[in-house]
C-alpha cells in the first residue's frame, strides 16, 4: 500500500496524533519539537503537512516542500501562510475556522474583565508580595459601558452577545457583513469607524491583512476617550505597537489586554514591562476542548486531502470562497464526495460527465463542475487537484457538462452526477439538510437516505428473500461487521448500501459476488 507523509510541524492535541498514528494509509512524521531549520529537510517528504502558528509557511519552506499538495493551518488565522506561493505550486491550503471560536472569545472576555478589575495584580500583591491593600484595587465596571467591536465574525459576534449579557451598550464595525447580522442580534451597527473610536472598550477581531494592519494607530487613539480600554485576542500589528506603548505610558490608554504581538513569541517586549497591560502568550485558542477539537479535525482534514478526497474549508481554490454564500460549501463537499463514490464503484475509463442541479444551488454549477471533477479523477489520477482538474479532464478527453433545473424533485436544493463510463451510465444525487447535514438521496435511480461517509458496499440484487441473510453471513465470515445496512427496491430489483466497519477485500467481494440473487457488487470509501 503506497502510503501519504503527513508531516505535523507544531504541537497540536493527542487525539489528532493518535487519529494518523492509527491510519493504515498514513505515514505520520512528528516534527514539532526539532527547529525550523531542521525542519525544511523534514518537511520535503511531506505529501500533507499541518501547522500551527508557530511555523511560518514562506517561501524558504515552500520550496523545501517539494512533494507537498495540501497545507493545514490548525486554526483560524492564515496571515503566516504565502498563499501565493501555495497557489502557484498547486498547493491547496485550508485552514479550521470554527474549533477555536470559543476559546478565543472567552480569553477576550477573561482580559475585558482583568483590565477593568485589574485582577493579575491584585492577585498578584496578595498571593506573591502577602500585602492585603484592598483600596489599590477599585476597578470599573462592565456594566453600562459602551464596547465597540471591529469585526463582527465568529468570534466578534459572540464576544458582542456575551458582553450584552453583561449590560453593555455594543457597537461593531464590520462593512463586510449585512447590517442585520448584528442588529437582529440587538447589537448596534455602524459603518463609521468613528463611532467606535468613542467607545469605552474597543476588542478587535478581524483577520490580519493589508486592510487591518495598523487599523488604530497614534491618530486613532488620539480621537479615544480619555481611559480606554484597549483589548487585542485576534493578531498582533492590528493596533500599532509603538501607538500602544506610548499611549499606555502616558495613561490615555488606561489598560489593554493582549494575547498577541507583531513577533511572536514576545518575551521581550515594552509591552510586558508596563504596569496597565493584561498579556497571555498568544493563548487564544489555548483550551483543553478547542485544542482537542482543532487537532482531530486537522488530521482528518489532512487525511482526506491527502487521499484527494475532500480539501475542507480550501482558501486558495480558483474560486473565491469568500464570495461563496455559506449554505453553498457542504454542497461542493458533497458533489466532490459523490463523485468519487461514483467513481470508486465502477472503476473504469470515464467518458464524461454531467452535474445538474436544482434549487438556488445551481447558480454555482461552476463550482460544483471544479469539485465534482476533482472527486472524479481522485480515484484514477494522482496529484489531482482544484488548480489542475479541468486540465487534466481535458487531457483524458472526458467530456464536462452541467444543466441547471428549476426545482422539480421536491428537494429545496439538489446536485446530481450523471457518468458515462466504458461500462454504462451511473448516477447520483445528493442534498443538504438543516444548513450542514449531507445526504445522498438517489444512486443509479434507487431513492436512499444516506450519509456519504465511510466504507461501504453498494450491491444490486434481485429482490428475492434471503439476500440479507445471506449478506450477514458473508460478511461476518469474513469477521466484517455490519454498521448499517440500507435497502432501496424497485420493480426490477433492489440496492443495497452496506456500511461496514472493515476494508470489503477482493476476495469478499467475489463471494458476495457469487450470491445467486446478486448482480454487481462494489467497494467504495469516502
Ligand atoms: N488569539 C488567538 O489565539 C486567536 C484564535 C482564533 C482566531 N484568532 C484571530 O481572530 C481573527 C478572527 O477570527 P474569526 O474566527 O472571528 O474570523 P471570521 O472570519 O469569522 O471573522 C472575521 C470578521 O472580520 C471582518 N473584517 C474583515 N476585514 C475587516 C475590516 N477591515 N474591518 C472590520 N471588519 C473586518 C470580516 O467581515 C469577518 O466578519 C482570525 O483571523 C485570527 O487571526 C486569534
Ligand atoms: O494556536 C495557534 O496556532 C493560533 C491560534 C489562533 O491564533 C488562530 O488563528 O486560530
Redesign the pocket.
Known sequence: MSKHTIVVCDHIHDAGLEILQNTEDVNYVYAADIDKVALLDVIKDADVAITRSSTDVDEKFLNAATNLKAIIRA???Y?NVDMEGCSKRGIIAMNV??A??IA?VE?TMTHMLSCMRKFPYAHGQLKDQRIWKREDWYGRELYGKKLGV???????HRVALRAKSFEMDVIT?????PSTKATDLGIKYTTNFEDILDCDIITI????NK??ID?IGEEEIAKMKDGVVLIN???GGLYNEDALVNNLKSGKIAMAGI??FKKEPATDHPLLDLPNVTVTA????NTKESQREISVQAANNAIESARGIAYPNALNLPIDESKIPSFVKPYIELTQKMAFLIAQSDKTEIRSINIAAEGEIAEYLESLETFATVGALAVSTEDINYVNANFIAEEKGIEITTSKFSNHSGYQNKVSIKFTTSKGVQTISGTVFNDDVQRIVELNGFALDIEPQGKMLIMRNEDVPGVIGEVGKTLANSNINIADFRLSRQKDGALAVILIDEKASSNVIKELENIQAAKSVAYAEI
Open positions: 486554526g483560524v488565522g496571515d475556522p470554527t477555536n471560536t478565543a480569553l471591529i469585526g463582527f465574525g465568529n468570534i466578534g464595525y464590520d462593512p463586510y457583513i477581531h478581524t483577520p490580519k486592510e487591518t487599523m485576542c485576534a493578531r494575547d498577541v498568544h493563548l487564544g485558542a
